[in-house]
């Protein structure tokens, strides 16, 4: 069984899209992620179906002005 995403990649949920999460580890297309902004927080807990791609083209609204 092949996952989608890769441990370390950024992801986002179907329901909030605009939270970005790295996800931490994938077991049996269940993904353990974490809140990109926060880690400290409780992981969430998504299935394969449930999370989307980070949007590529918005990659610089992550990064901090310079």
């Known amino acids: 069984m092949k996952n989608k995403f890769k441990e370390g990649e950024i992801v986002q949920a179907k ?3 605009t ?3 790295v996800v931490r580890r994938c077991v049996d297309r269940i993904y353990y992620c974490k809140l990109q902004t926060n880690p400290t927080q409780r992981e969430l807990i998504y299935f394969e179906r ?3 791609p980070h949007d590529r083209e918005s990659i610089g ?3 901090p002005k310079t």
């Open 15 to 17: 329901v909030n899209p």
């Open 19 to 21: 939270l970005n999460m």
């Open 50 to 52: 449930e999370l989307i």
């Open 61 to 63: 609204n992550l990064l």
